[in-house]
């Protein structure tokens, strides 16, 4: 096979294999930036940024199970509408088929930490989430770090 060939195959495994960003926005679009209150546009591209690095299986299992509160760290005159806290009434506000909610706290994005942000999804995905101790806490921290440095492993081959 010639390189041509070999790097379209590699491209076509990968269509499959994960949705491309512009899919990502599509699917998880409530979150972006909208009036009166949201994250800003740079806070959403890191967002979709960190859930393209998952698998197709994973982003919808995501999509279906987790509701995520994006709490903002920019405040600029662009857009000062941010959202810096919120009130959450679980009840009416979550829909009844999540199973879990994640919270992206301002500093996620001051540090502009997508490998935070799939932290906190692979401890969804792993369910882990209840610790007995210390110990068991360090354990399942590393189950979770293992799972991000697997998926980033598997998306770009480092």
């Given at each position: 096979?010639?390189?041509?060939?070999?790097?379209?195959?590699?491209?076509?495994?990968?269509?499959?294999?994960?949705?491309?960003?512009?899919?990502?926005?599509?699917?998880?679009?409530?979150?972006?930036?909208?009036?009166?209150?949201?994250?800003?546009?740079?806070?959403?591209?890191?967002?979709?940024?960190?859930?393209?690095?998952?698998?197709k299986?994973?982003?919808?299992?995501?999509?279906?199970?987790?509701?995520?509160?994006?709490?903002?760290?920019?405040?600029?005159?662009?857009?000062?509408?941010?959202?810096?806290?919120?009130?959450?009434?679980?009840?009416?506000?979550?829909?009844?088929?999540?199973?879990?909610?994640?919270?992206?706290?301002?500093?996620i994005?001051?540090w502009?930490?997508?490998?935070?942000?799939?932290?906190?999804?692979?401890?969804?995905?792993?369910?882990?989430?209840?610790?007995?101790?210390?110990?068991?806490?360090?354990?399942?921290?590393?189950?979770?770090?293992?799972?991000?440095?697997?998926?980033?492993?598997?998306?770009?081959?480092?």
């Amino acid at each position: 096979m010639d390189k041509d060939s070999d790097m379209e195959r590699l491209m076509n495994e990968t269509k499959l294999k994960y949705y491309d960003l512009e899919e990502i926005k599509n699917k998880f679009s409530q979150y972006g930036p909208r009036e009166p209150y949201s994250i800003s546009d740079n806070e959403y591209r890191l967002f979709t940024a960190a859930l393209s690095c998952l698998p197709k299986n994973i982003v919808d299992k995501v999509n279906d199970e987790v509701q995520f509160v994006l709490l903002s760290y920019e405040d600029n005159s662009a857009q000062k509408n941010v959202n810096q806290a919120c009130y959450i009434d679980l009840k009416r506000s979550i829909p009844e088929d999540k199973k879990a909610i994640i919270v992206l706290s301002p500093l996620i994005f001051r540090w502009q930490n997508k490998r935070g942000i799939l932290h906190e999804i692979a401890h969804h995905i792993l369910g882990s989430w209840d610790y007995s101790n210390f110990e068991d806490i360090a354990i399942k921290e590393r189950e979770v770090e293992a799972k991000v440095n697997e998926w980033m492993k598997d998306r770009f081959g480092k």
